[in-house]
């Protein structure tokens, strides 16, 4: 049974880069239609789409975040990884990781999430 | 700011059902059949329970379900039970390949 775990550094200044990796046992997500994603969840309580990663490096993201965030995935490891430059408090949430049925687009199973918070 | 409108809360008494909405545009909802639908548990991760407007994943209970009307998509669950107490989310395919969620809602079993 796939199980997804998502890890990284919980704290970071503004203006920092965030680095996060998830790790994938039990399964793969680089078969068929699926991908690697990345979703977050505000304290508010929404969740947010970040994007996606296909097994050959296709990546997919929120226009909003699309000139900050990057993906990548390294197969080899069972791993991918976001990248998101430039952070502010308004990067503050919980992220997941999980894997996408890019076809139909729904998300599972859902990682750990893995809790950020952003303050000088 | 979410691009999908659900209700804040709902609650219900145990055995009676409720309806959650989810209300979007032709953009999303309207145009296309890919609704999913999230449960989540306090500090959980959010587990998918419903896709494709209406289809359980193995293992997700007969009293969940799902439907779609137009720009707005609907979870019921039937039967309520003190383990539905949660928040649920939906989500949906776009028309421009993206992926967007509601705003969540959160059911109370009184």
């Known amino acids: 049974q796939l199980q997804l775990q998502a890890s990284g550094p919980g704290l970071l200044k503004p203006s920092e880069t965030l680095s996060l990796t998830c790790s994938f046992s039990g399964g793969s997500i680089a078969t068929g239609s699926y991908y690697g994603a990345w979703i977050r969840q505000s304290p508010g309580g929404g969740l947010e789409w970040i994007g996606s990663v296909y097994y050959s490096g296709t990546t997919y993201f929120k226009p909003s975040l699309n000139s900050r965030a990057s993906i990548s995935i390294d197969t080899s490891k069972n791993r991918f990884s976001l990248t998101l430059t430039s952070v502010t408090a308004a990067d503050t949430a919980v992220y997941y990781c999980a894997r996408e049925n890019w076809a139909e687009g729904w998300f599972d199973p859902w990682g750990q999430g893995t809790p950020v918070t952003v303050s000088s | ?110």
């Open chain 2, 1 to 110: 700011q979410p691009a999908l409108a659900q209700p804040a809360a709902v609650s219900g008494s145990p055995g009676q059902s409720i309806t959650i909405s989810c209300t979007g545009t032709s953009d999303d909802v309207g145009g296309n059949d890919h609704v999913s639908w999230y449960q989540q548990h306090p500090g959980e991760a959010p587990k998918l329970i419903i896709y494709d407007v209406a289809n359980r994943p193995s293992g997700v209970s007969y009293r969940l379900s799902g439907s779609k009307s137009g720009n707005t998509a609907s979870l019921t669950i039937s039967g309520l039970q003190a383990e539905d107490e949660a928040d649920y989310f939906c989500g949906s395919y776009t028309t421009n390949g993206m992926r967007v969620f509601g705003s969540g809602t959160q059911v109370t079993v009184l």
